[in-house]
């Protein structure tokens, strides 16, 4: 990612915070990171490490189009996909958490981890979000996976 990029992506996850200057200065001198609104510019998908990594990886594919920023929680074994903003939007689905307006989401800025956090996929600023089709479909697949798996893993 050029330095363009980097500002970018950091001035574009700003937006969402009641005070964007106060977010970046949280970034850079305090704990390095900062909570930010879900449901104005985006909304979180959080899914178990397993299934989120696998997911990633099917959809981060040559024909297909760069995926939405995602960030991994290892602390708390979980992954988050950056999507469209949909209020009335429901995901159902074993250990998935869906962020939407009224849910704060830890982030660290795109340059750097912080802590536990840590961008898989950092956003550009371009406002690309993962598609909800495409996530939906991804999930679907990866989860067939780990189920086909488990059996042999208890092994």
């Known amino acids: 990612m050029t330095n363009t990029m980097w500002m970018r992506g950091v001035e574009w996850l700003a937006a969402a915070a ?11 001198h305090g704990a390095g990171v900062a909570l930010l ?21 099917l959809l981060w594919r040559p024909a297909r189009p760069v995926p ?3 960030l991994v929680d290892a602390s708390a074994g979980r992954v988050g996909f950056f999507l469209p903003p949909d209020p009335s939007g429901t995901w159902v689905g074993d250990g998935l958490r869906y962020a939407t307006r009224g849910a704060w989401v830890a ?23 993962h598609a ?10 990866a989860n067939g996976t780990l189920a086909v798996l488990a059996p042999l893993c208890e092994r």
């Open 132 to 141: 909800p089709g495409a996530l939906e479909e991804a999930l679907r697949r």
């Open 18 to 28: 009641a005070d964007p200057r106060a977010c970046k200065w949280e970034w850079d």
């Open 107 to 129: 982030v660290p800025p795109p340059y750097r981890p912080s802590r536990a956090l840590e961008w898989l996929v950092p956003p550009d600023g371009s406002a690309r979000l």
């Open 68 to 70: 939405g920023p995602t």
């Open 37 to 57: 609104a879900a449901g104005r510019y985006w909304d979180v998908l959080s899914v178990p490490d397993r299934l989120g990594l696998l997911t990633l990886d």
